[in-house]
């Protein structure tokens, strides 16, 4: 076989496993129900923390479950000492689903925390399925998560 021949066969191999990657995370993003595992946390401040266990955050069409460590700083103290990782329990939320010309999902949404906490999640899915979730809240200091949709 010619070399130039198993380079093209190589190359549409690539393409392929490409595309059938994309239609898997269009699928599952799609659908409304996928579950995405972080394994590192990037704080405002400070260096980046890798997770150990991993997190997941888990989307059933419009609920939303997660239990993610917070490090960084409050700018107002919290109700609940002992309640500071961010958690929400099969939370209804109303989400803004965005696909861009490079095939990743833009999903945004908000929820109350607590009765004085908002907090808006931005959450970016990259055709190949690497995600990343930036938190803004009203009472804390910005932090983001790293991770992969579960497939």
């Known amino acids: 076989m010619p070399a130039g021949a198993y380079s093209q066969s190589q190359r549409e191999a690539r393409a392929a496993r490409k595309a059938a990657l994309e239609e898997q995370v269009r699928t599952l993003v799609e659908g409304g129900t996928f579950e995405i595992s972080f394994d590192r946390a990037n704080p405002a401040r400070g260096k980046s923390i890798i997770l150990s266990p991993v997190y997941e955050m888990?989307?059933?069409?419009?609920?939303?479950?997660?239990?993610?460590?917070?490090?960084?700083?409050?700018?107002?103290?919290?109700?609940?000492?002992?309640?500071?990782?961010?958690?929400?329990?099969?939370?209804?939320?109303?989400?803004?689903?965005?696909?861009?010309?490079?095939?990743?999902?833009?999903?945004?949404?908000?929820?109350?925390?607590?009765a004085n906490e908002t907090i808006t999640f931005y959450l970016r899915i990259s055709a190949s399925g690497t995600a990343s979730l930036s938190i803004n809240s009203s009472s804390r200091a910005i932090i983001s998560y790293l991770g992969n949709l579960k497939m």
């Open 58 to 114: 888990k989307f059933q069409n419009n609920r939303v479950s997660t239990y993610l460590p917070y490090f960084g700083r409050f700018y107002t103290a919290p109700a609940d000492p002992t309640k500071l990782a961010i958690e929400l329990v099969d939370r209804e939320v109303e989400t803004a689903i965005k696909k861009d010309r490079r095939k990743s999902y833009s999903i945004i949404f908000s929820t109350n925390i607590t």
